[in-house]
Structure formats: structure tokens, C-alpha cells
């Protein structure tokens, strides 16, 4: 685990973030609702949670990576120094690929399939400028062999057809580096990869972070990936931060019912003979948001004033907070 008590200054911070998309006639759907994190440098941060929680939305919110005029931002959401929630798209175009980059689930989305490696990989460095065409192929080659290509000369002329799913997702984070962010979003990277080849992945994530300094913002839904490899976790759930802190510390000692809820689902944690129960219910769709806490149709530790109000974060634990009226 990477300590992050002795990196200096935050890449992101978002503080009170609330993202609303614009649904047409005017109406807005609120769907992150005052979510406060920051990430240090040099820290893998992952942010956890079901299916409709709010993580990819804040990936790419990051990234700008919608329709325009069809996201409003509240709060502030501060990466490198520059608030997004008030920069001019002009300038957020700018910083997307200098300093945030972002790794998908399926590389062949950010990969053409008509395109070569080497060709999609320089034109990522090109948007930087200042390079020759003969300092962009070392670049590329250079690149290749730091996301641990054996032969990166052969792979710059393959086309993403020709890599199997590990090779794809190594060559999408070549891309990603191309021009030194950062931060790194990957969003749920491993999903689609058999066991060991995710180990790999996040091994590789890991090398670059200690090699590069890199940030990492981890989207995930797998707590047993996440346990391994994160410095710090957030906890979301139906657009709010539930919980944070270490990763060490959350899992073995979850506060708030939710986590401990999800730390349930991981396999590894099911009893020899006994059938896993998961968490019973749905998570809550935007338009059945409510006051007071989210999770409390689904809490076992649920009081009347739970479903009333907002509920703040309170520290719980060294390090570790939690937004919960009745704590573990």
C-alpha cells in the first residue's frame, strides 16, 4: 500500500459536488448530490458502489465526456487548480489529456478499430505539440514498453484487432500517458478480463503511479479488487457519499450499514455453506430520491429519523467517516 501521508497537495478536490443532467422542457435530474473527496498525489483513490450510484457520472464529469449544455455542476470540482465547474469548455479541452486522462471497460470504445497502435497513440501525443515525427514514434515506442509490451516494435503496428482483451486495455493506458496527466480515471478498467489478467492490470497501474507519480481515480463495484490496491476508498450510493477513509480500515472496520453491506458480497467473506444473502432492495432511482438517508429502505440499523433531514459526515473512526445516525 502507497502512504499517502507524505504526498504533498491535492490533484482533485470536489467539494460539495452536485451534477444535474438536463432532461428536456427545461426539467434537470439531480444525479450526484454534495459529494466532498480529494486525491492526493500520487494516491490511488477508488470510489465504490452499486450500478447507478453516481461513479461513472463523475468520471465524466471530469472529462466533459457530455453532449454539451446537457451537464450543470455545483459546488466545485478543483483539478490542477482549475475549478471545472466555471472553467470555459475551451479550457477543460484543453486539460483532457495533459492533465486527466481516462481508461474505459472496453478499450475497442476509445480504440479505432482502423487505426494502428502506433498511429492512435502518436496522434494522442500530437495533441501536445512540440514533438517531431521521429521524437512521437520514440515517445510511442517508449510508451508501449513502459505498459510492459515485450516487444513494443511489433505491437505498434498492430491493429486492436489483433491484441487480446489485456493487450487492448494496456495499450488504451499507453495512450492515456501519452502526454504525462495527472490524473488517471479508470473506470471499472478490469471488468471485462479474466482474474489474473486484472491482477496484472492493476499491478501495471500501480508501477506507473510509483514511476510517474501518478493520481488514480479507480471507479469500481468489485470491494475485493479495490482492498488490494486502493490507498483510500469512497463509498457511494444513490448520488452521496456514504463513506471514506483507508482502504485497510473500511473494509475490515465499515461504519456505515452500507459498506458493511457490500464488504458482505465479497466471496472471498461468504461462510463455507451458507448461501450469500447480498443487500435486499434496489438502489434508488433519481426521480425516488428523498430527504434523509438514502439507504434506509434497505438499513437494518434504520430509525424514524433517518428518513427525515440531511444527514451529515461525522467521523468514526481514526481517519474514517461516515454519513450514518446510528454508526456500526
Not at 502512504?3 to 438536463?22: I, K, N, P, Q
Not at 474505459?104 to 505539440?129: C, H, K, W
Not at 514533438?131 to 512521437?136: D, I, Q, S, V
Not at 480515471?185 to 496484472?200: F, G, K, M, S, Y
Request: hydrophobic share 40%; proline share 5%.
Amino acid at each position: 500500500m502507497h502512504d499517502t501521508s507524505r504526498t504533498a497537495g491535492a490533484v482533485l478536490e470536489a467539494e460539495e459536488l452536485s451534477l444535474f443532467l438536463r432532461a428536456g422542457h427545461g426539467a434537470e435530474l439531480k444525479i450526484v448530490d454534495g459529494v466532498s473527496f480529494s486525491i492526493a498525489r500520487g494516491e490511488f483513490y477508488a470510489l465504490v458502489g452499486e450500478s447507478g450510484s453516481g461513479k461513472t457520472v463523475i468520471a465524466r464529469s471530469l472529462m466533459r465526456l457530455f453532449p454539451p449544455n446537457t451537464l450543470r455542476m455545483e459546488g466545485r470540482l478543483v483539478l490542477d487548480g482549475v475549478d471545472l465547474t466555471t472553467a470555459p469548455a475551451n479550457r477543460v479541452q484543453q486539460m483532457r489529456g495533459r492533465s486527466v486522462s481516462m481508461i474505459f471497460q472496453e478499450p475497442m470504445t476509445s480504440l479505432n478499430p482502423l487505426m494502428t497502435v502506433e498511429r492512435q497513440i502518436d496522434e494522442a501525443i500530437a495533441v501536445a505539440g512540440g514533438l517531431g515525427r521521429r521524437e512521437r514514434r520514440e515517445r510511442v515506442v517508449e510508451l508501449l514498453a513502459d505498459v510492459q509490451f515485450a516487444n513494443p516494435e511489433s505491437v505498434r503496428s498492430m491493429y486492436p484487432h489483433e491484441l487480446s482483451g489485456g493487450m487492448r486495455q494496456r495499450a488504451m493506458i499507453a495512450m492515456a500517458l501519452a502526454n504525462n496527466p495527472s490524473l488517471l480515471i479508470a473506470d471499472e478498467p478490469t471488468t471485462a478480463l479474466d482474474v489474473t489478467i486484472q491482477q496484472e492490470i492493476l499491478q501495471l497501474l500501480l508501477r506507473l503511479r510509483d514511476q510517474h507519480g501518478l493520481s488514480i481515480l479507480f471507479i469500481s463495484h468489485d470491494l475485493s479488487l479495490v482492498r488490494r490496491f486502493a490507498d483510500r476508498i469512497g463509498v457511494l450510493y444513490g448520488g452521496v457519499l456514504m463513506e471514506t477513509g483507508p482502504a485497510h480500515g473500511l473494509i475490515d472496520h465499515p461504519t456505515h450499514p452500507y459498506s458493511r453491506a457490500l464488504i458482505g458480497c465479497i466471496p472471498r467473506r461468504r461462510e463455507a455453506g451458507r448461501r450469500q444473502a447480498g443487500i435486499e432492495g434496489l438502489v434508488p432511482g433519481v426521480a425516488d430520491w428523498f430527504d434523509g438517508c438514502r439507504f434506509a429502505p434497505r438499513c437494518p440499523r434504520v430509525g424514524e429519523d433517518c428518513r427525515h433531514g440531511r444527514i451529515e459526515m461525522t467521523s468514526t473512526r481514526p481517519a474514517q467517516a461516515a454519513r450514518c445516525l446510528y454508526p456500526l
